[in-house]
Structures are given as structure tokens and as C-alpha cells.
């Protein structure tokens, strides 16, 4: 996970040390430092260096403030006298050109730090073209994917999963019996409702702790349907 990755690239006091010299960990990085930006307000030069400056630990705030524009988090004005936090950075999908930034969720219970078997849950950029045939990017563009170990879907999610089957792929129609750990599971959202109304007829009687796993995964659940139909949850085993 890119994110992991980027924590060795911090001080205690959570400063950047060193840039990152992988695309992908400097997008996360630049993505961490633009986020210190009001985006309801313009900046002047100095302004800019003197977030960035509390930002990092070393002395080049100019390759930031440059890659922040490079990369399209700031805009400015081709003199420099002003910048301001671009739109769209911070969508719910990704555009191609941060398309490798993806931040996946870990969501865990009872799964052990060293698990390695887990589902990533991907939502699906829908499309309307004729005869439209989703490419792997258009289900690995979402900003915040969803992973949950094995441990923790099997005592906690595959009896309200099972509820949903037998069922049929969300994009192709083909019939689907059963849950498949080892590949992709296409689900869309019938099957979502079902899955959601059998976790919220229990909630009451979990435990604080379970409770609160249920209610996170619920949360991202219902904010993915606002923008996708389809959701594909991807296994390792």
C-alpha cells in the first residue's frame, strides 16, 4: 500500500523529510500538503511558501511549490502574484494523470497485521458509450478504494454477502451462485440494498466494537452508490 510507503518520508512532527523520488508516493505526498490550502481563498507567492515551509523539513520550497502547480493542485496567475487550490484533485475518481494515488481504506477487526489474503472493493466509473467494455483502469480510478481482510469478511460480512446469492454479474449478467474469494465479483446495487438492509437489521445488537466496523463499512458503501451502480470486489486468495 502506496500510503505505508510514504510514512518513512515523515518526521515525528509529521514534516516531509526528503521527496519522494516514485510518482506515485510524490502525488500522495504533494496531495498531503495541498490539503493545508482553504481552497474558498486566493494566495500570494509568500503565502504559498510559508505553508509549504511548515510543511517540509528541508530547504526546497520551490520544487514544491512548483510541483503543486505541475501536478495540478494549485493554480496561478503567469506572473505567480496569486495562486488558489484547483477544482477537481479532490473528486471522487481520479484523472489520469493522478490515476496511480489511489489512498485504499484498510478497514480491520479481527484480521492479524501480517494477513495478506483480503477484498478490495472497487467502484466502477460508469460509462455510457454503446457497447462499452469496462477497462481495468475504469474500476481502479475510485480515490479511496475499500480493503477488508479475510478474517474480518468471513466473520463479520459473508453471511449478510450470501444473502445476496445467487445472483447475477452486476455489468454482464451472467448468473453467479456464489461469492468467489479468488477473482472479481461484479455486484450492483440490488445486490448492495440487500447486503446494507441485512447488516442494518442487526446493528442494534452488536457489540460497540463490531458496531462500529459495520458502521464505517456502511458509510463508504452508501457514499460509492451516490456515484457509481456498480461496485466490484476484488479477491486475492
Known sequence: MEKDKLKR?????????????????????????????????????????????????????????????????????????????????????????????QQVIELKLYAEPSEKICLTFNPLKMNTKP???????????????????LADYERLLKKYFDMAYPTKDAFDGTEEKVFDLCFDNWFGRTDWQIIISGIEADLDMQPEDIKKFYCVFLKWIKNVLENTEIIVVEGNL
Do not use: T
Not at 17 to 33: F, G, H, M, T, V
Not at 55 to 76: C, H, P, T
Not at 88 to 97: E, Y
Open 131 to 149: 457497447d462499452w467494455n469496462p477497462a481495468w483502469e475504469e474500476w481502479h480510478c475510485c480515490r479511496e478504494p475499500l480493503r477488508i481482510y
Open 9 to 101: 518520508f515523515y518526521d515525528e512532527e509529521q514534516r516531509l523529510i526528503q521527496y519522494p523520488s516514485k510518482r506515485p508516493l510524490r502525488i500522495l505526498a504533494l496531495s498531503a500538503i495541498a490539503e493545508k490550502f482553504d481552497a474558498s481563498r486566493k494566495y500570494s507567492e509568500k503565502e504559498v511558501n510559508g505553508v509549504i515551509r511548515s510543511s517540509i523539513a528541508f530547504s526546497d520550497v520551490e520544487l514544491i511549490r512548483r510541483e503543486l502547480f505541475q501536478y495540478k493542485f494549485m493554480g496561478r496567475l503567469k506572473d505567480g502574484s496569486e495562486y488558489w487550490v484547483e477544482d477537481g484533485w479532490r473528486d471522487f475518481w481520479l484523472s489520469d494523470k493522478l490515476a496511480d494515488a
